[in-house]
């Protein structure tokens, strides 16, 4: 069983460039979401994806935008980049199903850094 | 605002005893509880899962869940220096629209001295 991988691992970028982040979930997951982990802080969620639909955005700004793909691959773009996007950006998949725990799987992580 | 609180620590705790980590969350209606342990400079893995009052172990790791009090607690036994980590505790507040999105507490340090 495949696990769920990112890439890629590291990045530097300047204020007000773009940015793709990938991920692929998980064997026989359909579910992804993705996470903003700053520095001694814990994840904080920025969306998630269901069957290639947006399902459910925490407190982020629209310049965060994601994608996900017939085989529930993922994107997660972000435009006009700020040094407070300087980050470990985490892709957790899943597979829910009613009445059973949605345990989250995540990947290695992309580490942004924003210059 | 729904929140998770965890004591950011660290704790200090010699090999071979018992580290006990505490979370509490506001939303009430919450389901579905987690806890991740995370190595520094590495992402979080999932350790344990609980959604039903009481006590669920798996090998060394016990949580607990009191639904009623709002509180989540894992009990790390036998403690190892590989347990030095950080804690994150996890919440699926209930959001009704069927988004399974997790909240996370700051996460509680764990050092296991030798």
């Known amino acids: 069983e495949t696990g769920v991988t990112q890439s890629p691992t590291h990045l530097i970028k300047t204020r007000g460039q773009q940015v793709t982040l990938r991920c692929s979930s998980q064997?026989?997951?359909?579910?992804v979401s993705w996470y903003q982990q700053a520095l001694g802080q814990g994840p904080q969620f920025i969306f998630q994806y269901y069957r290639e639909e947006e399902n459910g955005r925490g407190n982020f700004p629209p310049r965060f935008s994601g994608l996900q793909f017939p085989n529930y691959s993922s994107e997660l773009n972000v435009n006009a980049l700020e040094l407070d996007d300087s980050a470990l950006y985490l892709c957790a998949s899943s597979s829910p199903s009613p009445g059973v725990v949605n345990e989250q799987f995540f990947g290695p992580g992309t580490r942004l850094t924003v210059l | 605002q729904k929140e998770v609180e965890q004591n950011s620590g660290p704790l200090s705790v010699p090999e071979g005893a018992i580290a006990s980590l505490n979370c509490t969350y506001s939303d009430r209606g919450s389901q579905s509880f987690f806890w991740y342990r995370q190595y520094s400079g590495k992402s979080p893995e999932l350790i344990m899962s609980?959604?039903?009052?009481g006590d669920k172990e798996d090998g060394r790791f016990t949580a607990q869940l009191n639904k009623a009090s709002q509180y989540v607690s894992l009990l790390i036994r036998d403690s190892q220096p590989s347990d030095s980590a950080t804690y994150l505790c996890?919440?699926?507040?209930?959001?009704?629209?069927?988004?399974?999105?997790?909240?996370f507490g700051k996460g509680t340090k764990l050092s296991v001295i030798p």
């Open positions: 064997s026989g997951h359909n579910t």
């Open positions: 609980i959604y039903s009052n």
């Open positions: 996890a919440v699926i507040p209930y959001s009704g629209a069927g988004s399974y999105q997790l909240t």
